[in-house]
């Protein structure tokens, strides 16, 4: 039995109509590795941008400091009010502040010391540093004088300096040494001779009459006896010592010229 109607056809929706076909398997390939390719060239432009930006960055910092360092010697030599003071500097400002009270006064002081100050080892010094020298030498090569009375030492510098044309007489203290006193008289080349005062620390101060250089000779041990603290012996044996080292001075013809 057959039964009759009309059967109505459905449009499809807009949906179903816009709906993407689906992809091969070699078009989704071609296009992930287009997206690869894209990522990685921004990737490789970043990092290329940094590096040259981290490159630049110490060249400039060191150009900055080398041209900052370079500026603060500048100012240094140049004596800039913002350079920092030296050590010399500062010791000079505060002996003016503690000591002189005026800058005038320490101007005048320095001014003072150095036409009058004198040093040794310095260019206006060489001749008398020479002299010293040879001074030294002849002292310490002396010859030794054997043990002898008060009456016997006192005979042997006045014929000692009387042949060397200058006639000199033994020092002794008030009271010299009364005849037939029991002490010995003897001579043995200094072991130590050495200048020492102001004259090697650059103290000296000079004058219209000159200035001082004081020179310390050691008598040697063997001279003295245990009891010469007594009754001026040491005071009489060093008497006689200095008496020939100063004959010893005058037979030396270089020298005696030098003092005359």
């Known amino acids: 039995m057959a039964t009759g109607g009309s059967m109505t056809k459905r449009k499809p929706r807009a949906a179903e109509a816009a709906k993407p076909k689906p992809k091969s398997v070699a078009q989704v390939g071609a296009d992930e590795a287009s997206d690869i390719d894209m990522a990685s060239d921004s990737d490789d432009s970043q990092i290329d941008d940094n590096d040259d930006e981290e490159m630049a960055e110490p060249m400039l910092a060191g150009e900055n400091a080398s041209s900052e360092n370079t500026t603060k010697t500048d100012e240094h030599k140049k004596g800039h009010p913002g350079a920092k003071p030296t050590n010399a500097e500062i010791m000079a400002l505060n002996e003016t502040s503690l000591l002189f009270k005026s800058n005038l006064f320490k101007l005048q002081v320095d001014e003072l010391l150095s036409e009058t100050s004198v040093a040794a080892n310095t260019k206006p010094t060489r001749g008398l540093d020479a002299a010293l020298k040879q001074i ?21 510098v006045r014929k000692q300096s009387k042949a060397s044309g200058k006639l000199a007489m033994i020092p002794f203290p008030d009271p010299a040494p009364a005849v037939g006193m029991p002490i010995s008289f003897a001579f043995m080349a200094p072991k130590i001779v050495n200048i020492v005062g102001s004259y090697p620390l650059g103290m000296a101060a000079q004058s219209h009459s000159g200035f001082n250089v004081d020179v310390v000779v050691q008598m040697p041990a063997e001279l003295f006896q245990e009891r010469d603290y007594l009754n001026f012996r040491y005071f009489y044996k060093r008497a006689f010592y200095v008496a020939v080292l100063l004959i010893g001075l005058q037979q030396h013809s270089a020298i005696s010229e030098l003092f005359d």
């Open 136 to 156: 030294r030498d002849v002292l310490t090569s002396l010859g030794d004088v054997k043990e002898m009375s008060t009456d016997s030492a006192s005979n042997y």
